[in-house]
């Protein structure tokens, strides 16, 4: 049987607001992601089992498209783009990655918050570890493996990108080791962000 992966909730808030708001935001696009997603299997064990709550520095917040979208509202914009691109234009809806937000009435309805929940394989690069790492490990676990002559410092210097032209067949299961593309589009996004 395989091993349970562990979840976190994972919550972008304003970086102007005291800590104590961000967490009553946070707590708010938490009930929100309940209301849209509580009969979910993924909420359900992330509740009964998990219930780790990151919460991180989103920037600003502004709604106003005339002047200048906060990067808290882009953040929320790219998710709902991966959703269309990567969920409704191919139907598949499993790979979607569900999100809620929650906008502030006493802010004059500013986002104050949005939320998901991701396993482990999104933020454990020990476990999981990115791509030229784990074409690295490849190498080095099979010395009869044609790559075994490949030079590392090359494949380290390599881009992901020019790793994954190079490399199809084990980009595809690296990818699925990670679980697919909503994840990558998660370990992305959470790249180098701080905690609020």
Not at 135 to 159: G, P, Q, R, W
Request: charged share 25%; proline share 3%; glycine share 6%.
């Amino acid at each position: 049987m395989m091993e349970e992966l562990a979840l976190r909730m994972y919550f972008f808030v304003p970086y102007n607001i005291s800590p104590i708001q961000q967490a009553i935001q946070s707590g708010h696009a938490a009930l929100e992601y309940a209301r849209l997603y509580g009969n979910t299997k993924l909420f359900k064990d992330f509740v009964e089992k998990h219930k780790t709550w990151i919460i991180l520095n989103g920037g600003t917040t502004n709604n106003d498209i005339d002047v200048r979208r906060g990067s808290l509202q882009l953040t929320w914009d790219s998710i709902r783009t991966f959703n269309n691109e990567e969920g409704y234009v191919r139907n598949n809806p499993s790979g979607m990655i569900k999100a809620s937000y929650f906008s502030e009435p006493d802010l004059n309805d500013a986002m104050t918050a949005f939320c998901f929940i991701c396993d482990e394989r999104v933020w454990n690069y020990k476990d999981y570890p990115e791509f030229v790492d784990y074409m690295i490990n490849v190498i080095e676990c099979d010395t009869k493996h044609y790559l075994a002559n490949y030079d590392f410092i090359s494949i380290k210097t390599k881009s992901k990108e020019e790793l994954q032209q190079m490399y199809p067949e084990q980009y595809n299961i690296w990818l699925k080791n990670i679980g697919g593309e909503s994840n990558l589009f998660l370990r992305e996004l959470l790249k180098g962000k701080k905690l609020a």
